[in-house]
């Protein structure tokens, strides 16, 4: 007998020492011989490569170092590893915020087509989930995306939906106790839980969250989600805009982010095919300081995309960001990584070839193995693909009889064998599939998304009435199984199924291009297979016959794509997350022959599909498909259908004039003009041929008179001169039945489109300084209020004639208007933009004349938020701001961090808005809030990190530059001031002396006429000059005016002016009581230093040391650190000082 064998896990658990053979069941002879694969012997000469990654060692460390640098692990509960770094818990328990950029890592991957940057991917999450050992408790979740080349065919967000869908469903998944602790923190979220305008926009964009987030909506816009959207998708009261896409994504994975053990992996594949709306939102992301325990990949081809490309303009900004481009904002050094993925060695071919054919040693295929490398050139999806080919060919076989793959030809004739490129040999492995997989292939080559098995029967059913029955239905997953089994598609699941790679997509569809269907590509192609035969060699000949053909091929082409574009129609209006099937339908219809289509259909999809695509952000998307419909459209046969001609072309005019796209919304408003039937029906085009042309030429006095001119059209006949202005008064009154401006807050509220004309008729005769026209403007808007309802943008017309009235110092009345167009907008309260824009100017303009600004800035914040939310005009967005800061620093409240990190917020925004001329505003805010805080040099000067104002105005045109020196002198003349640097004092006077004393916003004239005065008034007692003395008397009248009236803000700053203009112990004292009683903390450190200066010149050194002390712990309170530091150098008794009461904030 033989010895035992060594090996222990080769032994025969039925051996039996003296005797040959086993008495165990005959194996199958693949259990004999592990040179052949066990499921080979149903099918002999079927390929199977091995599972494991080649040749990608060195990127998988990169990838698993990325995850590992900030995967959470909890070791005893007061401390957190992070990576390899540590966070410490304080003595209050709370744990050390990290750096917010180590939370997150970015990865861009790229190679070309087939390179395996999807299976890297793959095998990164397959390593990396075993590493961590994850539970139902603890996943590691992963969520994928993929782009694809069918752009036109895509919604917006397409891929990102798709992330967004899985990442929603794998943490439905998740054990019980994990789910619920998951939707807690979201419907415990201020920013995304139930009854938020967040979440709202959400399930808007996304729908697929809703197994995550639930009925969260329930009382955003409605009492449910129902009421969240309309019949034939997600239709919000007011469509979000890319800001509130973006700002509440980012909220989204902030939460999902922060309540994960570990950290979420997120792919998005293909991003070379990216639409403009996914470039947008991913720029906010991935520079996002707010995400944590997120690694992004993001894999794209490198040969696809040139320096211009979007996406690199992506790259070079994400990375600027993270990585210190801006060093007031980077995240993290090398918190951005980029790989490139070569094609593979010929060693490394060499061996997957030897591990496939089941030779082990790379050596014994080396002919073989330099033929196919020749071919592929170590592309390993390529590679693959050859040698599927030669085993089709025979020229590699599986010898049955030795139980091993062997080849007998050269490898010049293996080289001959293989095709020329992988498209013509993935068409040939298709040809070799049944005619049931091969018209699989074909359906759903036409649709770039994964595809449930219900759908698929549907499109594979001969119409869109077929039932399919039990046969038919195991036909389907027969060719389903085929298909999978040969590569061709990807199980996503048991019953959602994708075609593996785009390569095999275009295999599907003939090479005959046609350029106009798709944008980003030649992927415009007819078919190439039936549904009924393939004949795989069809040598038919040609002439007539072959003329027939073609004519049933195209045919049967076009019935399919019919038949396919009904299916997704009817799938897509079934369900919010179905709606990706739409812009496939509508892609279709859109492409097909006229003839084919229904024209009032396709024009209604169009519009529908496109308002969906507006819903989502996505203007581009939206102007695109309403574009698509006038491309293939004669115009005589559009007005035909009058009122859907009508609805396509105001659709398109404000699309296009949304975009800039002025000299094509001009065309359209001709044809309008020209073909509208009434008056009312030409409203809209005259109203954005008013905006075109006024936006281009930025003529505004032209704008108005223009504007009035097609108000006179609709029979307003708009007065001019002073006496007619005094008769619409007197009609007013009469109109009004001589009760207040309060009693229009009882208005009814109806549909009158005229009032935007008014708005912005009244805003062009505003920006042109004709005060008497915006006031004509409103009598004759009021009146037909009154008369017939108010629109929706009626509050707007209400709060310019306020701000009209408060420039002109009739204060009284504008404070009554302002606080009606405030009630006003309760009357529409799901229109979040101009509710915002209103209360922005209602509070920045008028109510702060006589209101405190303390009790504005709140407000002010929050209409910020929704104007960001809402899709608001940019300079709202980051006017709110400007209105915000300069009330917060009029009120004097404390200067803090979290002061300054709204600010580096905002610089953000403007610089992802294009907006230099804001950006230089906040700038000049934050150096003025670091000179008060941190000690300077020359802290009057902005030569700082936030601001320097030589290089600044050097960058600026003429007006730009007069406006920027106008703010950043008034902010340098108060650190003048609190600094008391005469020379800065006296240049900043010089400066702003030749500057109107008027402005519309309320905080930033109180701001520079306070400190214009004291400035003025103290280089004027201190004998330095009195040339600006009638400079400081103009300051001093109009906070006089203002206290009279009783304004809460005007009363300090006038008594203060007055103990500077004349120094006394009670004028000083009067100052004094009046800032401590508003709470301005800042003017009553700086009221009680210049008194304690007085005092100590009078020789009354006691009382100055006290009042200089109290100066000294209100500047502290303030926040101004630098000024406290200036005060220790100048007087060190306050070194040992106390405080004698309580800090007043």
Same mark, same amino acid.
């Given at each position: 007998?033989?010895?035992?064998?060594?090996?222990?896990?080769?032994?025969?658990?039925?051996?039996?020492?003296?005797?040959?053979?086993?008495?165990?069941?005959?194996?199958?002879?693949?259990?004999?011989?592990?040179?052949?694969?066990?499921?080979?012997?149903?099918?002999?000469?079927?390929?199977?490569?091995?599972?494991?990654?080649?040749?990608?060692?060195?990127?998988?460390?990169?990838?698993?170092?990325?995850?590992?640098?900030?995967?959470?692990?909890?070791?005893?509960?007061?401390?957190?590893?992070?990576?390899?770094?540590?966070?410490?818990?304080?003595?209050?328990?709370?744990?050390?915020?990290?750096?917010?950029?180590?939370?997150?890592?970015?990865?861009?991957?790229?190679?070309?087509?087939?390179?395996?940057?999807?299976?890297?991917?793959?095998?990164?999450?397959?390593?990396?989930?075993?590493?961590?050992?994850?539970?139902?408790?603890?996943?590691?979740?992963?969520?994928?995306?993929?782009?694809?080349?069918?752009?036109?065919?895509?919604?917006?967000?397409?891929?990102?939906?798709?992330?967004?869908?899985?990442?929603?469903?794998?943490?439905?998944?998740?054990?019980?106790?994990?789910?619920?602790?998951?939707?807690?923190?979201?419907?415990?979220?201020?920013?995304?839980?139930?009854?938020?305008?967040?979440?709202?926009?959400?399930?808007?964009?996304?729908?697929?969250?809703?197994?995550?987030?639930?009925?969260?909506?329930?009382?955003?816009?409605?009492?449910?989600?129902?009421?969240?959207?309309?019949?034939?998708?997600?239709?919000?009261?007011?469509?979000?805009?890319?800001?509130?896409?973006?700002?509440?994504?980012?909220?989204?994975?902030?939460?999902?982010?922060?309540?994960?053990?570990?950290?979420?992996?997120?792919?998005?594949?293909?991003?070379?095919?990216?639409?403009?709306?996914?470039?947008?939102?991913?720029?906010?992301?991935?520079?996002?300081?707010?995400?944590?325990?997120?690694?992004?990949?993001?894999?794209?081809?490198?040969?696809?995309?040139?320096?211009?490309?979007?996406?690199?303009?992506?790259?070079?900004?994400?990375?600027?960001?993270?990585?210190?481009?801006?060093?007031?904002?980077?995240?993290?050094?090398?918190?951005?990584?980029?790989?490139?993925?070569?094609?593979?060695?010929?060693?490394?071919?060499?061996?997957?070839?030897?591990?496939?054919?089941?030779?082990?040693?790379?050596?014994?295929?080396?002919?073989?193995?330099?033929?196919?490398?020749?071919?592929?050139?170590?592309?390993?999806?390529?590679?693959?693909?050859?040698?599927?080919?030669?085993?089709?060919?025979?020229?590699?076989?599986?010898?049955?009889?030795?139980?091993?793959?062997?080849?007998?030809?050269?490898?010049?004739?293996?080289?001959?064998?293989?095709?020329?490129?992988?498209?013509?040999?993935?068409?040939?492995?298709?040809?070799?599939?049944?005619?049931?997989?091969?018209?699989?292939?074909?359906?759903?080559?036409?649709?770039?998304?994964?595809?449930?098995?219900?759908?698929?029967?549907?499109?594979?059913?001969?119409?869109?009435?077929?039932?399919?029955?039990?046969?038919?239905?195991?036909?389907?997953?027969?060719?389903?199984?085929?298909?999978?089994?040969?590569?061709?598609?990807?199980?996503?699941?048991?019953?959602?199924?994708?075609?593996?790679?785009?390569?095999?997509?275009?295999?599907?569809?003939?090479?005959?291009?046609?350029?106009?269907?798709?944008?980003?590509?030649?992927?415009?192609?007819?078919?190439?297979?039936?549904?009924?035969?393939?004949?795989?060699?069809?040598?038919?000949?040609?002439?007539?016959?072959?003329?027939?053909?073609?004519?049933?091929?195209?045919?049967?082409?076009?019935?399919?794509?019919?038949?396919?574009?009904?299916?997704?129609?009817?799938?897509?209006?079934?369900?919010?997350?179905?709606?990706?099937?739409?812009?496939?339908?509508?892609?279709?219809?859109?492409?097909?022959?006229?003839?084919?289509?229904?024209?009032?259909?396709?024009?209604? $999809? !169009? &519009?529908?599909?496109?308002? #969906?695509?507006?819903?989502?952000?996505? *203007?581009? %998307? +939206?102007?695109?498909? /309403?574009?698509?419909?006038?491309?293939?459209?004669?115009?005589?046969?559009?007005?035909?259908?009058?009122?859907?001609?009508?609805?396509?072309?105001?659709?398109?005019?404000?699309?296009?004039?949304?975009?800039?796209?002025?000299?094509?919304?001009?065309?359209?408003?001709?044809?309008?003009?020209?073909?509208?039937?009434?008056?009312?029906?030409?409203?809209?085009?005259?109203?954005?041929?008013?905006?075109?042309?006024?936006?281009?030429?930025?003529?505004?006095?032209?704008?108005?008179?223009?504007?009035?001119?097609? $108000? !006179? &059209?609709?029979?307003?006949? #708009?007065?001019?001169?002073?006496?007619? *202005?005094? %008769? +619409?008064?007197?009609? /007013?009154?009469?109109?009004?039945?001589?009760?207040?401006?309060?009693?229009?807050?009882?208005?009814?509220?109806?549909?009158?489109?005229?009032?935007?004309?008014?708005?912005?008729?009244?805003?062009?005769?505003?920006?042109?300084?004709?005060?008497?026209?915006?006031?004509?403007?409103?009598?004759?808007?009021?009146?037909?209020?009154?008369?017939?309802?108010?629109?929706?943008?009626?509050?707007?017309?209400?709060?310019?004639?306020?701000?009209?009235?408060?420039?002109?110092?009739?204060?009284?009345?504008?404070?009554? $208007?302002?606080?009606?167009?405030?009630?006003?907008?309760?009357?529409?309260?799901?229109?979040?933009?101009?509710?915002?824009?209103?209360?922005?100017?209602?509070?920045?303009?008028?109510?702060?004349?006589?209101?405190?600004?303390?009790?504005?800035?709140?407000?002010?914040?929050?209409?910020?938020?929704?104007?960001?939310?809402?899709?608001?005009?940019?300079?709202?967005?980051?006017?709110?701001?400007?209105?915000?800061?300069?009330?917060?620093?009029?009120?004097?409240?404390?200067?803090?961090?979290?002061?300054?990190?709204?600010?580096?917020?905002?610089?953000?925004?403007?610089?992802?808005?294009?907006?230099?001329?804001?950006?230089?505003?906040?700038?000049?805010?934050?150096?003025?809030?670091?000179?008060?805080?941190?000690?300077?040099?020359?802290?009057?000067?902005?030569?700082?990190?936030?601001?320097?104002?030589?290089?600044?105005?050097?960058?600026?045109?003429?007006?730009?530059?007069?406006?920027?020196?106008?703010?950043?002198?008034?902010?340098?003349?108060?650190?003048?001031?609190?600094?008391?640097?005469?020379?800065?004092?006296?240049?900043?006077?010089?400066?702003?002396?030749?500057?109107?004393?008027?402005?519309?916003?309320?905080?930033?004239?109180?701001?520079?006429?306070?400190?214009?005065?004291?400035?003025?008034?103290?280089?004027?007692?201190?004998?330095?000059?009195?040339?600006?003395?009638?400079?400081?008397?103009?300051?001093?009248?109009?906070?006089?005016?203002?206290?009279?009236?009783?304004?809460?803000?005007?009363?300090?700053?006038?008594?203060?002016?007055?103990?500077?203009?004349?120094?006394?112990?009670?004028?000083?004292?009067?100052?004094?009581?009046?800032?401590?009683?508003?709470?301005?903390?800042?003017?009553?450190?700086?009221?009680?230093?210049?008194?304690?200066?007085?005092?100590?010149?009078?020789?009354?050194?006691?009382?100055?040391?006290?009042?200089?002390?109290?100066?000294?712990?209100?500047?502290?309170?303030?926040?101004?650190?630098?000024?406290?530091?200036?005060?220790?150098?100048?007087?060190?008794?306050?070194?040992?000082?106390?405080?004698?009461?309580?800090?007043?904030?």
């Amino acid at each position: 007998h033989l010895p035992p064998h060594d090996d222990e896990d080769d032994e025969d658990e039925h051996y039996i020492e003296g005797a040959h053979g086993t008495l165990a069941e005959q194996k199958d002879e693949a259990y004999y011989d592990d040179r052949s694969d066990a499921s080979d012997d149903i099918e002999k000469g079927r390929l199977k490569f091995p599972k494991e990654l080649y040749g990608r060692e060195r990127e998988l460390k990169i990838l698993q170092n990325c995850y590992g640098e900030i995967a959470l692990r909890i070791d005893g509960g007061n401390q957190v590893n992070l990576g390899e770094k540590k966070i410490e818990s304080d003595a209050y328990g709370k744990e050390e915020e990290p750096d917010p950029y180590e939370g997150t890592r970015v990865v861009f991957l790229s190679g070309y087509s087939g390179v395996g940057k999807s299976a890297l991917v793959n095998e990164f999450v397959k390593r990396t989930r075993s590493k961590y050992r994850t539970t139902d408790e603890s996943p590691i979740i992963y969520a994928s995306g993929k782009y694809t080349e069918m752009t036109t065919a895509s919604a917006p967000l397409c891929a990102i939906s798709e992330v967004i869908g899985r990442m929603a469903s794998d943490l439905s998944k998740m054990s019980d106790e994990t789910s619920n602790s998951m939707m807690r923190k979201i419907r415990e979220s201020a920013l995304i839980g139930p009854a938020t305008e967040c979440s709202g926009v959400l399930l808007s964009t996304f729908p697929a969250l809703l197994p995550l987030m639930g009925d969260t909506s329930r009382g955003v816009r409605g009492s449910a989600l129902s009421n969240l959207l309309t019949e034939g998708g997600s239709s919000p009261a007011t469509p979000p805009s890319m800001n509130a896409v973006k700002e509440c994504t980012k909220t989204l994975f902030s939460v999902i982010g922060g309540a994960l053990q570990n950290p979420m992996i997120i792919f998005l594949d293909d991003l070379q095919w990216g639409d403009q709306a996914s470039i947008e939102l991913l720029l906010f992301l991935l520079s996002c300081t707010k995400l944590r325990n997120i690694v992004f990949i993001c894999a794209y081809r490198s040969n696809e995309v040139d320096e211009g490309h979007l996406l690199m303009k992506l790259i070079e900004d994400v990375t600027q960001a993270r990585d210190g481009g801006d060093k007031d904002i980077a995240i993290h050094p090398n918190s951005v990584e980029r790989i490139d993925l070569f094609n593979l060695s010929p060693e490394v071919i060499a061996q997957l070839i030897a591990d496939s054919i089941k030779k082990g040693d790379a050596k014994g295929v080396d002919e073989l193995a330099h033929a196919v490398y020749q071919k592929t050139m170590g592309n390993i999806f390529f590679t693959k693909q050859a040698l599927e080919e030669l085993v089709r060919k025979n020229v590699i076989f599986y010898d049955v009889m030795c139980f091993e793959w062997r080849w007998i030809v050269s490898k010049v004739e293996v080289g001959n064998h293989l095709s020329h490129d992988v498209i013509a040999m993935l068409k040939d492995k298709i040809l070799h599939l049944s005619a049931d997989a091969q018209h699989l292939l074909l359906v759903m080559a036409y649709i770039p998304r994964a595809l449930d098995v219900s759908i698929l029967k549907s499109l594979m059913a001969k119409d869109k009435d077929s039932v399919y029955d039990t046969n038919t239905q195991l036909t389907l997953m027969n060719a389903l199984t085929e298909a999978s089994d040969g590569g061709m598609l990807f199980s996503i699941d048991s019953r959602c199924y994708i075609i593996a790679h785009d390569l095999i997509r275009q295999a599907c569809l003939d090479g005959r291009q046609n350029s106009d269907r798709y944008s980003s590509s030649s992927l415009r192609r007819s078919l190439i297979f039936t549904p009924d035969s393939i004949e795989h060699n069809a040598n038919n000949g040609g002439g007539e016959e072959q003329d027939q053909r073609n004519a049933v091929a195209e045919e049967n082409q076009n019935e399919l794509m019919l038949h396919i574009s009904h299916v997704l129609e009817d799938f897509g209006s079934k369900a919010p997350a179905n709606e990706w099937c739409l812009f496939v339908a509508v892609d279709i219809l859109n492409h097909i022959q006229r003839e084919k289509t229904n024209m009032n259909d396709l024009v209604k $999809l !169009n &519009l529908r599909v496109a308002k #969906i695509a507006r819903n989502t952000g996505s *203007i581009h %998307k +939206e102007n695109e498909l /309403l574009h698509e419909v006038l491309k293939h459209s004669e115009l005589t046969v559009m007005w035909r259908e009058y009122d859907l001609a009508l609805e396509l072309y105001n659709a398109l005019i404000v699309s296009d004039h949304y975009l800039g796209f002025y000299f094509n919304a001009m065309l359209l408003i001709k044809e309008v003009l020209q073909s509208a039937r009434s008056l009312d029906d030409k409203l809209q085009a005259y109203l954005y041929q008013l905006r075109c042309k006024t936006e281009e030429t930025r003529d505004y006095s032209q704008g108005f008179i223009d504007g009035v001119e097609i $108000l !006179n &059209l609709y029979g307003f006949g #708009i007065p001019t001169t002073m006496s007619n *202005i005094i %008769k +619409e008064e007197l009609k /007013l009154k009469v109109a009004l039945r001589n009760r207040s401006y309060s009693s229009l807050a009882k208005l009814p509220v109806k549909d009158e489109p005229i009032f935007e004309l008014f708005m912005t008729v009244q805003k062009y005769a505003q920006w042109s300084s004709n005060v008497n026209c915006v006031k004509v403007l409103s009598l004759k808007s009021i009146k037909h209020a009154i008369r017939f309802g108010m629109g929706r943008h009626f509050p707007t017309v209400i709060v310019y004639f306020a701000a009209s009235l408060a420039v002109q110092g009739k204060v009284k009345n504008a404070q009554e $208007l302002g606080s009606v167009s405030i009630s006003l907008c309760d009357k529409i309260p799901h229109d979040k933009e101009i509710s915002a824009s209103v209360r922005m100017k209602a509070h920045g303009n008028v109510l702060s004349q006589l209101q405190p600004f303390c009790n504005s800035v709140e407000p002010l914040l929050r209409c910020h938020e929704d104007l960001k939310l809402s899709g608001g005009v940019v300079d709202n967005v980051l006017g709110s701001m400007m209105y915000y800061f300069d009330s917060f620093f009029a009120a004097g409240l404390q200067l803090d961090s979290l002061l300054e990190s709204k600010l580096l917020l905002t610089e953000k925004l403007c610089r992802s808005l294009g907006r230099p001329g804001f950006l230089a505003n906040f700038q000049i805010y934050r150096q003025f809030v670091d000179n008060l805080r941190s000690k300077a040099e020359n802290p009057a000067e902005f030569q700082g990190k936030a601001f320097q104002e030589e290089e600044a105005v050097n960058r600026m045109n003429s007006n730009g530059r007069k406006m920027m020196l106008r703010d950043s002198s008034s902010y340098r003349l108060q650190l003048a001031f609190v600094f008391w640097n005469e020379n800065v004092m006296h240049q900043m006077l010089e400066r702003l002396r030749g500057y109107p004393l008027s402005d519309q916003m309320v905080a930033r004239l109180h701001n520079r006429l306070c400190f214009t005065g004291l400035a003025a008034f103290a280089l004027c007692q201190r004998k330095v000059t009195t040339s600006f003395l009638k400079l400081g008397k103009d300051c001093l009248k109009y906070f006089a005016r203002l206290t009279k009236l009783g304004s809460f803000n005007a009363k300090p700053v006038y008594l203060l002016m007055l103990a500077m203009r004349g120094p006394s112990r009670k004028a000083f004292q009067r100052a004094i009581d009046a800032c401590a009683g508003a709470s301005m903390i800042h003017l009553e450190a700086m009221a009680k230093e210049r008194y304690a200066v007085m005092l100590n010149d009078e020789s009354d050194s006691e009382l100055a040391k006290n009042y200089m002390t109290s100066s000294y712990w209100l500047y502290h309170d303030w926040g101004a650190h630098a000024k406290v530091q200036q005060l220790l150098e100048a007087y060190s008794f306050l070194k040992h000082s106390k405080r004698s009461v309580s800090p007043q904030l």
